[in-house]
């Protein structure tokens, strides 16, 4: 997978830098990460470390926003070091970097499952630099991202103080007593630092039962997915779902594991020239899109080598715009959870050709790129926390009223 295009800091926002502690056994890692996030603006590195236990001994003292946490490390690794990060540094976001190996992506899962907030597979060396300028792109994306939100929930709220009342012009009365000043009202909201900013009007939900489920999702996507499909597994059996996730490959064939787990229903990557089953779950390969096809009476997988769409591979909107064409009104999508627009355009596509789609709220959001996106495209039908679009598409597949 490539990263999102990384987004100006939005300094006018920001009420100061993001605070980045790196954690690397590895003195060269740590320096080269180091160097290129303190030459990205608004980025600050306050500690670097060379292993889990000297990291978790400092987070208290050096207050970062974001830790990039390597899980391979000799003494406290990173895996053993998280818990005591997220106890002692309430509310930072905990990037963990690991090798493009099916036991690393095992490894970035379970921290995921742990309270990481995302994952950063380390660049493959035979790749040369091609591989260190993409480590590079998507280390600074992701730091800014996930500081970011940081840094909106610390912004102060406005002080809110009891109502002044207008001036009245003195007449001859009684003195009564005053009744007694209302409570203050409720802390307006704060500003937001998201790449959508203002909501557009809700569409109305197809009245047609859906065909097929389609989700997109990114940064904090696993996390997600497991969710959602815990709560949905049971309501299944009746269509096909396909899962795009901004993930590299191995990764991507150890998510649809855990989705199936999750799930209780069968989950892999999707696979060339299968016909969708319903009940059966289909993940996009890493590196790879992944969209659909109409063959007589089936509808069929194609993966692509193409090049990458909205800076990723594989993207959500070339299978949203395949899933539009197919099953218009029939379709039900939701956009999950990430960074960037990836989405946005298939959304689009679909409410146009009668479908519906869900997006993420910003406050379950770990970012709110891409439902973001969404919503200020005014391409969904409801915007709802990821504990409720369980119930909504549970309702809706098995013959409730969206």
């Known amino acids: 997978m490539t990263a999102p295009a990384p987004q100006p800091l939005e300094a006018a926002d920001a009420p100061r830098p993001i605070r980045v502690m ?18 990205e603006k608004g980025v600050e590195i306050v500690a670097t470390h060379p292993n889990g236990q000297l990291a978790a001994n400092d ?18 690794d990173g895996l053993t070091a998280l818990p005591l990060i997220l106890e002692r540094r309430p509310g930072v976001a905990v990037l963990v970097a690991s090798a493009l190996t099916r036991r690393g992506a095992e490894v970035s899962l379970k921290a995921l499952t742990l309270g990481a907030a995302d994952y950063l597979p380390k660049p493959d060396a035979s790749r040369g630099m091609a591989a260190a300028d993409d480590f590079r792109r998507e280390l600074t994306t992701k730091v800014r991202s996930l500081g970011l939100r940081i840094l909106k929930r610390s912004l102060p709220r406005p002080p809110v103080g009891p109502p002044v009342p207008a001036p009245v012009a003195p007449v001859a009365a009684p003195v009564v007593e005053r009744e007694k000043a209302p409570p203050p009202a409720p802390f307006p909201a704060r500003p937001r630092l998201t790449e959508a900013r203002a909501p557009g ?10 065909a097929i489920l389609a989700i997109g999702s990114s940064t904090g996507g696993p996390q997600a997915l497991t969710r959602l499909f815990g709560d949905i597994g049971p309501a299944l059996g009746h269509v096909p779902t396909v899962v795009v996730q901004h993930m590299p490959a191995t990764f991507t064939s150890i998510l649809a594991e855990h989705i199936s787990r999750a799930a209780g229903r069968p989950a ?17 390969p890493g590196g790879f899109h992944m969209v659909l096809e109409k063959q007589g009476k089936d509808t069929v997988i194609r993966i692509q080598d193409t090049e990458p769409v909205n800076f990723c591979k594989p993207a959500v909107d070339p299978m949203f715009r395949a899933v539009a064409e197919i099953y218009g009104r029939t379709t039900l999508a939701m956009v999950l959870t990430g960074m960037g627009s990836d989405g946005a355009n298939g959304a689009r596509l679909i409410t146009a050709a009668g479908g519906s789609v869900i997006a993420q709220d910003e406050e379950s959001s770990v970012v709110w790129g891409m439902p973001g996106a969404v919503v ?5 039908a409801d915007i709802l926390p990821i504990g409720e679009i369980g119930k909504k598409v549970t309702r809706i597949l098995t013959g409730g009223r969206a």
Not at 22 to 39: A, K, Y
Not at 201 to 210: A, E, I, R
Not at 376 to 380: F, K, N, P
């Open 22 to 39: 790196v954690v690397d056994d590895s003195v060269m890692v740590r320096g080269i990460v180091s160097r290129w996030l303190s030459e």
């Open 59 to 76: 987070v208290q003292k050096t207050q970062p926003d974001v830790v990039v946490l390597d899980l391979e490390m000799p003494g406290m």
């Open 201 to 210: 009007k809700l569409k109305s939900y197809s009245m047609s039962p859906p």
């Open 268 to 284: 892999r990557e999707g696979v060339d020239g299968q016909p969708l089953e319903a009940g059966h779950i289909y993940v996009a």
């Open 376 to 380: 200020a495209a005014g391409a969904c």
